[in-house]
């Protein structure tokens, strides 16, 4: 379900959250004059707010997922430097002082006015948070967290023990949306549907429980009643996602990738070589939703000239560790960057790949080869994917060819590469500007899942390899939920190693941010990054 970015919201929130003081003769201030107190506030600018706030968490640690997993170039080459205890100190301050907090206040007031609608939605988000905090970082402040000065030293709590509040959370949500209560003045998620949050809580649920499979010893009873009940997010039409705007200031409300690659001196970043090889390799007919070629032959190859100054890697040959893997730039015109490529930037903002119509509202790949800049294509208006039906395909089938029933997987498998292809072909009418004949057609759209369904009967891990890469490309757009794969399962074993031949030991957690370990007395900062989350089976095979 798509749902605007409504530029009104934000208006809202500005006001909401800074009240003007004209004067003050009081020098011995208790209270911050300009901050809202608790009996002024609304609950509708909170949740306008906490929404936001949301949107930008899960944004900026699927970034951080994907990276990991190749779906994004990431930059750095040895594991242990590559994100510092200082590159989560806005995802913490969003989490415990933003959505935490305004939660809190938000749900006191809801409370008072049998705001159940609203409710539902705070508890929802902060389960997701409280659970992706987890997911990255292992055992987090919960119990003693947000309690202002009762406890400015919070100790962390176990993530099994907060996975368990979580799912408590979540009953308790549905169990608000179903007391129907109004509706909030903004809801940027289902636009006023309080049964298309029961599926998203339903479907929150069902991910959990896929993430812990291995730590439980087999998937939850719980996994299997909720699928029972058809209750959750069963079609592209349910997904969960924040859709943006167009608008490019005052405020911004398009997809930060698009804003960072359509501008006036061209892409700001990087394609992942590893997925691109992938999907131009399997004729995927996603790939000209996902990237858009500024130029139709990449330095190197197709019998070109290499070059030293936009591509210095042309000029290289692969290292060692490399062998049959992708190298430096792919045919047709794929321009990206190799998994731990840490090399300056040169002069390629025109020439690099850019991100498409999907999910950034980028442009559509009609082979045109044109440079871009500001404005191109759908303007922005992306999204950023959340919870989706494929996804639910792809937990199914994992479950599945856990318990050894290989064709139940495969079935699965091939449903949720239908959902994928179906949610992202949409995209492509997005882009006014773009040629939709070059679009694939439904016998390519056939061809690709029949090939897709060959590569995993013959997969010599089973089938593990295929189902691991086909659920990395439908998560494009937020990588936490192939993060999470990728260490409780070990799979896919065969994606583009680092560049680097000693990268270290991969990340099973991260640092935990500066703000939080030099201002707490009651934690330390992690011995280094291979510290496991509780879900995790300690796999020795990431690389």
Same mark, same amino acid.
């Given at each position: &379900?798509?749902?605007?970015?409504? @530029?009104?919201?934000?208006?809202?929130?500005?006001?909401?959250?800074?009240?003007?003081?004209?004067?003050?003769?009081?020098?011995?201030?208790?209270?911050?004059?300009?901050?809202?107190?608790?009996?002024?506030?609304?609950?509708?600018?909170?949740?306008?707010?906490?929404?936001? $706030?949301?949107?930008?968490?899960?944004?900026?640690?699927?970034?951080?997922?994907?990276?990991? +997993?190749?779906?994004?170039?990431?930059?750095?080459?040895?594991?242990?430097?590559?994100?510092?205890?200082?590159?989560?100190?806005?995802?913490?301050?969003?989490?415990?002082?933003?959505?935490?907090?305004?939660?809190?206040?938000?749900?006191? *007031?809801?409370?008072?006015?049998? *705001?159940?609608?609203?409710?539902?939605?705070?508890?929802?988000?902060?389960?997701?948070?409280?659970?992706?905090?987890?997911?990255?970082?292992?055992?987090? !402040?919960?119990?003693?967290?947000?309690?202002?000065?009762?406890?400015?030293? !919070?100790?962390?709590?176990?993530?099994?023990?907060?996975?368990?509040?979580?799912?408590?959370?979540?009953?308790?949500?549905?169990?608000?949306?179903?007391?129907?209560?109004?509706?909030?003045?903004? %809801?940027? =998620?289902? %636009?006023?549907?309080?049964?298309?949050?029961?599926?998203?809580?339903?479907?929150?649920?069902?991910? &959990?429980?896929?993430?812990?499979?291995?730590?439980?010893?087999?998937?939850?009873?719980?996994?299997?009643?909720?699928?029972?009940?058809?209750?959750?997010?069963?079609?592209?039409? %349910?997904? &969960?996602?924040?859709?943006?705007?167009?608008?490019?200031?005052?405020?911004? +409300?398009?997809?930060?990738?698009?804003?960072?690659?359509?501008?006036?001196?061209?892409?700001?970043?990087?394609?992942?070589?590893?997925?691109?090889?992938?999907?131009?390799?399997?004729?995927?007919?996603? +790939?000209?939703?996902?990237?858009?070629?500024?130029?139709?032959?990449? !330095?190197?190859?197709?019998?070109? %000239?290499?070059?030293?100054?936009?591509?210095?890697?042309?000029?290289?040959?692969?290292?060692?560790?490399?062998?049959?893997?992708?190298?430096?730039?792919?045919?047709?015109?794929?321009?990206?960057?190799?998994?731990?490529?840490?090399?300056?930037?040169?002069?390629?903002?025109?020439?690099?790949?850019?991100?498409?119509?999907?999910?950034?509202?980028?442009?559509?790949?009609?082979?045109?080869?044109?440079?871009?800049?500001?404005?191109?294509?759908?303007?922005?208006?992306?999204?950023?994917?959340?919870?989706? $039906?494929?996804?639910?395909?792809?937990?199914?089938?994992?479950?599945?060819?856990?318990?050894?029933?290989?064709?139940?997987?495969?079935?699965?498998?091939?449903?949720?590469?239908?959902?994928?292809?179906?949610?992202?072909?949409?995209?492509?009418?997005?882009?006014?500007?773009?040629?939709?004949?070059?679009?694939?057609?439904?016998?390519?759209?056939? *061809?690709?899942?029949?090939?897709?369904?060959?590569?995993?009967?013959?997969?010599?891990?089973?089938?593990?390899?295929?189902?691991?890469?086909?659920?990395?490309?439908?998560?494009?757009?937020?990588?936490?939920?192939?993060?999470?794969?990728?260490?409780?399962?070990?799979?896919?074993?065969? *994606?583009?190693?680092?560049?680097?031949?000693?990268?270290?030991? =991969?990340?099973?957690?991260?640092?935990?941010?500066?703000?939080?370990?030099?201002?707490?007395?009651? @934690?330390?900062?992690?011995?280094?990054?291979?510290?496991?989350?509780?879900?995790?089976?300690?796999? +020795?095979?990431?690389?």
């Amino acid at each position: &379900m798509k749902n605007y970015f409504k @530029v009104l919201g934000v208006v809202a929130i500005a006001g909401a959250l800074s009240f003007q003081s004209c004067e003050t003769t009081e020098l011995d201030l208790r209270t911050n004059p300009n901050a809202l107190s608790a009996d002024q506030a609304s609950p509708d600018f909170l949740l306008n707010q906490i929404q936001l $706030s949301f949107r930008g968490m899960v944004q900026g640690v699927g970034n951080i997922g994907a990276e990991l +997993t190749r779906i994004e170039y990431m930059f750095g080459k040895n594991y242990v430097n590559v994100y510092q205890p200082s590159s989560f100190q806005g995802t913490w301050s969003t989490a415990y002082a933003g959505i935490l907090e305004d939660i809190k206040a938000m749900e006191a *007031l809801a409370s008072e006015g049998g *705001l159940t609608y609203h409710s539902g939605i705070g508890k929802f988000i902060k389960a997701y948070a409280l659970v992706t905090l987890v997911d990255y970082f292992g055992d987090v !402040p919960y119990s003693e967290a947000n309690l202002g000065g009762e406890n400015f030293n !919070p100790s962390v709590d176990s993530g099994a023990d907060i996975y368990a509040a979580a799912h408590a959370m979540l009953d308790s949500a549905i169990a608000d949306f179903n007391a129907g209560g109004p509706a909030p003045q903004n %809801d940027f =998620f289902y %636009d006023g549907d309080a049964s298309a949050w029961v599926k998203a809580a339903n479907t929150l649920k069902l991910k &959990m429980y896929a993430t812990t499979r291995v730590h439980d010893g087999g998937i939850d009873s719980g996994f299997g009643s909720i699928i029972a009940s058809g209750n959750y997010i069963s079609s592209v039409a %349910d997904d &969960m996602q924040f859709t943006y705007g167009t608008n490019q200031v005052q405020p911004d +409300t398009r997809h930060p990738a698009y804003s960072a690659d359509y501008t006036v001196s061209g892409g700001g970043n990087y394609r992942s070589i590893s997925l691109m090889s992938y999907m131009d390799n399997n004729d995927d007919p996603r +790939t000209r939703y996902f990237f858009y070629r500024q130029n139709a032959v990449t !330095p190197g190859q197709d019998g070109s %000239d290499p070059a030293l100054e936009t591509l210095q890697c042309s000029l290289q040959t692969a290292p060692a560790h490399y062998d049959g893997y992708p190298f430096c730039g792919l045919p047709n015109g794929f321009w990206g960057r190799d998994h731990g490529n840490d090399e300056g930037i040169p002069p390629d903002g025109f020439l690099r790949t850019l991100v498409g119509v999907y999910p950034a509202g980028g442009a559509f790949d009609d082979s045109r080869f044109d440079p871009l800049g500001l404005g191109a294509g759908a303007g922005g208006n992306g999204i950023t994917p959340i919870l989706l $039906s494929s996804s639910v395909h792809f937990w199914q089938a994992e479950v599945a060819l856990a318990s050894g029933d290989a064709a139940t997987a495969k079935t699965h498998m091939l449903a949720g590469l239908a959902d994928s292809v179906e949610k992202v072909m949409a995209f492509g009418a997005l882009d006014s500007t773009g040629d939709l004949s070059a679009a694939p057609s439904a016998d390519d759209v056939s *061809l690709h899942a029949s090939s897709i369904e060959a590569a995993f009967d013959a997969d010599p891990t089973g089938g593990w390899n295929v189902l691991g890469q086909e659920f990395f490309v439908s998560l494009y757009g937020n990588g936490n939920d192939a993060y999470n794969f990728y260490r409780r399962t070990g799979y896919p074993n065969n *994606l583009q190693p680092n560049l680097e031949p000693d990268p270290g030991a =991969f990340i099973r957690s991260m640092w935990y941010p500066s703000n939080f370990v030099n201002t707490n007395s009651s @934690v330390n900062q992690k011995p280094d990054v291979t510290q496991t989350v509780f879900w995790d089976n300690g796999s +020795t095979s990431l690389y």
